[in-house]
């Protein structure tokens, strides 16, 4: 785990994304959370996944945000049998749809590569897969589309990048997203007394620092906000998020095929506060430094559900990520890793799929959802 990070920038000095923002409140006032994430996160200059290593001192140039170096690490970083059995599973997803050539192989969000790069492996099994998959990558970052450019530079699929998940070709598709859902920006609403008041970023006194406040006046009434709620509550609502599983589940009942969103979040809808600032594998405060830490907030499945169901697809899930590698088979392919291999290579591989899968690690945390076309049969892991 890191513990020191490459930058020792002085806290005191503003970032410039700091100072814009700042100077934006100043200038127009406090803007929503959601605002201040999207900046944060994708600001073409300062966000925290689209600038550059040059742009970004506190980033570690060559890790990037992802991975054990970098800010946090996800389950395809953490053990290849995750990528591997979503090979599987994509694979047998396009089983399901009766095998349609060519079809749209789509990842939102790919990070560094890992999870495609290991799927697209197992998938060999399928050499007509391969054939078949038109590969296309849904990513905002042009530095982690280099890099995976880099990770997928040796396989024989066609690989495309697109910028927005609107702009895949027709025909039926499979998505997969990992970790992507959660740092879509979430607006936040605070219950008082009388009412719900959306969350606001504001400067504090001596105008030196980020402060929340709330918006004088309560939400639109059309805003979807739940009723059970006791005064200093929040509600959290990932608008993007939602209209995203919306669009997913329109295209998959229309063009037929399937997605796999697997993230770290709830699933039921209430209220409770989960945006959380992630730097160098610790928890920093949210507010503090935008652009140099990691933004994320927990999925409601229950919402992306609805959103998707409400676009007339079939939803499956929520299952507990440990679970759904189980029933893929995580034993039984952690068992040919090992076999013949020297103890400390196979402690390494044991220990990579308990991370992932133990209900104490992220096992529990972690929760699988499909979206489908109407009419197919149950995915396997659900
Ligand atoms: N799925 C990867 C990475 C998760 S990090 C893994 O499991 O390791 C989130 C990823 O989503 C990054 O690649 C980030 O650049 C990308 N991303 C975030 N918001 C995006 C958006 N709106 N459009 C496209 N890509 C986005």
Redesign the pocket.
């Known amino acids: 785990m890191t513990t020191t990070h490459p930058d020792d920038r002085d806290p005191a000095t503003p970032t410039p994304l700091e100072e814009r923002l700042a100077h934006l409140i100043r200038t127009n006032g406090p803007i929503t959370v959601a605002d201040f994430m999207e900046d944060a ?2 600001n073409p200059q300062d966000g925290y ?2 600038s550059g290593p040059g742009a970004r001192a506190s980033m570690n140039a060559q890790a990037g ?2 991975g054990a170096a970098g800010d946090f ?5 953490i053990s290849q049998v995750f990528g591997e059995l979503i090979g599987l599973w994509l694979v047998q997803a396009w089983v399901d749809l009766g095998a349609p050539t060519p079809f749209n192989l789509i ?6 590569g ?2 495609m790069a290991d799927a697209l492996r197992a998938a060999k099994v399928r050499p007509a897969f391969i054939d078949a998959a038109r590969v296309r990558l ?4 042009g530095r ?1 589309r280099y890099e995976q450019q880099k990770r997928l530079a040796d396989c024989a699929a066609d690989i495309d990048w697109l ?2 998940f609107s702009r895949a070709p027709d025909g039926p598709t499979l998505v997969v ?4 859902f ?3 920006p979430v607006r936040q609403f605070v219950r008082t007394e009388t009412s719900w008041r959306e969350r606001m970023v504001a400067l504090g006194p001596g105008e030196d620092a980020f402060a929340f406040s709330l918006a004088p006046a309560p939400p639109p009434p059309m805003t979807s906000l739940p009723d059970a709620a006791a005064p200093g509550d929040i509600y959290e609502l990932c608008e ?1 998020g939602e209209a995203l599983a919306e669009a997913i589940g329109a295209r998959l009942a229309t063009e037929g095929g399937r997605a796999l969103v697997i993230d770290y979040g709830h699933t039921r809808d209430g209220v409770g506060e989960t945006l959380q600032a992630v730097r160098a594998h610790r928890f920093a405060p949210v507010l503090a430094a935008p652009g140099l830490s990691d933004l994320s907030a927990h999925v409601n499945f229950d919402r992306l559900i609805r959103a998707a169901f409400d676009a007339g697809a079939a939803c499956h899930g929520p299952v507990a990520q440990g679970v759904f590698l189980d029933r893929l088979g995580l034993a039984a392919r952690v068992e040919r890793l090992t076999a013949g291999k020297s103890h400390d290579v196979a402690e390494a591989v044991r220990a990579g799929a308990f991370r992932i899968a133990a209900s104490s690690q992220m096992g529990e945390i972690f929760k699988a959802i499909c979206i489908s076309a109407p009419g197919l049969s149950t995915p396997a892991g659900f």
């Open positions: 996160l994708f996944y689209t945000p992802i690490t996800t389950a395809p970083e990842e939102l969000g790919p990070g560094r890992a999870l849904v990513e905002v970052s982690l910028d927005d997203a990992n970790e992507f959660d740092c879509l993007p």
